[in-house]
Nanobody, 126 residues
């Protein structure tokens, strides 16, 4: 059973960096892809970044491309989201997700994912 636990959120200033972690406490990672999503108050959940577990292929939302980096550590069953040059509009609850369905690249729609973490708050002040 995949059990995702996020950590690393917090309150930072614009321009700062944060690194989010998502660990599979069940240590299964029987997944084909992992994704990071975020949801700001009053807005829909949106795709941020994804990584295909087997070959490490990554994809990003245009809004974070060049600033955020997703990576994985297979030995620790952990996925990371390194967030640099943070902006106030990055403020949201960030969720990691896993899918056991095979896709060529990590999917960008929430419905494509089978498991979700509880979320971690990221707040960027101006």
């Amino acid at each position: 059973q995949v059990q995702l636990v996020e950590s690393g959120g917090g309150l930072v200033q614009a321009g700062d960096s944060l690194r989010l972690s998502c660990a599979d406490s069940g240590r299964t990672f029987s997944t084909y892809a992992m994704g990071w999503f975020r949801q700001a108050p009053g807005k829909e959940r949106e795709f941020v970044a994804g990584i295909r577990w087997t070959n490490g292929n990554t994809n990003y939302a245009n809004s974070v491309k060049g600033r955020f980096t997703i990576s994985r550590d297979g030995a620790d069953y952990t996925v990371y989201l390194q967030m640099n040059s943070l902006k106030p509009e990055d403020t949201a609850v960030y969720y990691c997700a896993a899918t056991e369905r095979d896709y060529f690249t990590a999917p960008t729609t929430p419905a494509s994912y089978d498991y979700w973490g509880q979320g971690t708050q990221v707040t960027v002040s101006s």
